[in-house]
């Protein structure tokens, strides 16, 4: 009797982020000043790897008073050192504004991962794009969105 391995085919994985297990926040710069630091609600994010795909989808739901928006992969590259590169698009007052994500991978297992990341926005181009506007009594130059999530 012979046995036979077949190969195994892992399973579509679809992990979210626990209550109280992610942050974010928003930064306002003028030149090298930051003006304006608010921690905006993650209301949901998700990660999802399909069993036909090469890379994942990432998405992130933020629900604030500083900032109403969805920021959604479009393209995941890995960079050398732990790190994925996201470009996607920020959905904001129905715009989608293109954006690119660095994430750092802190913490990978089979069911974990823990990611920290930046976005740079130009503010002004966010403001002309979509609507997007601080209030007027803050100079800004740009923007930096830094997530802080733990998909289980």
């Not at 710069?29 to 399909?50: D, I, K, N, T």
């Not at 293109?98 to 181009?125: F, M, N, Q, S, W």
């Amino acid at each position: 009797m012979t046995t036979v391995t077949l190969p195994t085919v892992p399973p579509p994985r679809h992990l979210t982020v626990a209550p109280g297990r992610s942050l974010a926040e928003l930064t306002a710069w003028y030149g090298p000043l930051p003006v304006r630091r608010r921690r905006v609600p993650l209301a949901r994010a998700s990660m999802e790897m399909p069993q036909d795909a090469e890379q994942p989808s990432f998405r992130f739901e933020f629900d604030g008073r500083e900032l109403r928006a969805v920021l959604t992969s479009e393209q995941v590259d890995a960079v050398p050192g732990d790190r994925l590169q996201l470009t996607g698009d920020l959905h904001l007052n129905d715009v989608a504004f293109p954006v690119l994500l660095r994430l750092r991978v802190v913490e990978r297992a089979e069911d974990r991962l823990l990611v920290v990341g930046t976005a740079k926005l130009p503010y002004r181009l966010l403001r002309r794009a979509t609507g997007f506007r601080l209030p007027w009594r803050l100079p800004a130059t740009r923007l930096r969105l830094l997530v802080a999530v733990e998909f289980a």
